[in-house]
Every structure is written in structure tokens, then in C-alpha cells.
């Protein structure tokens, strides 16, 4: 499996080693009408944001995803 060079770079699942895709919670500020969403800006999150790992269902914030930073963490000990 290949490590993943962009948006979801350092990310894995914790739990089974998953790294293709993730359910992220994160935000955005969107037009809205009263039929509807148009067109929207950025969408933004951070190592607070809840994510789920699409594999298993493994759930938690995004900083508990992080491969590199917990890997980081560990060498500090």
C-alpha cells in the first residue's frame, strides 16, 4: 500500500493500517437558498476533526490518525 502524498499525507488508521480513504468531519462556508446549496469555499479541518476509517470503522479525532506525529511522539519518549 502505498503512503499517500497529499491531503491525507501521515494519515492511517490505527487500528488496521488503512490509508486509501477516511470519513473526516470538517467545514466549510456554503451559499444557501432556500432550495438548496450553491457553490462553496474550502473545506477545513484539523487534528480535533472526528474521523473514521472507511475499512474498519475505527473512529476518533484526526491526531490519533496521524502515523508521523505518533510516531514522532514515541521517539520523544
Not at 46 to 73: M, N, P, Q, W
Request: a negative charge; glycine letters at 6%; hydrophobic letters at 30%.
Amino acid at each position: 500500500m502505498a503512503a499517500n502524498t497529499n491531503c491525507l499525507e501521515g494519515v492511517r488508521c490505527p487500528q488496521c493500517g488503512y490509508q486509501d480513504h477516511f470519513f473526516i468531519s470538517g467545514t466549510s462556508l456554503f451559499s444557501v437558498y432556500d432550495d438548496g446549496t450553491d457553490s462553496h469555499e474550502d473545506v477545513e479541518w484539523d487534528d480535533a476533526s472526528y474521523i473514521r476509517c472507511a475499512s474498519c470503522r475505527h473512529e476518533g479525532t484526526l491526531r490519533v490518525f496521524r502515523f508521523e506525529l505518533r510516531k514522532e511522539e514515541e521517539s520523544d519518549v
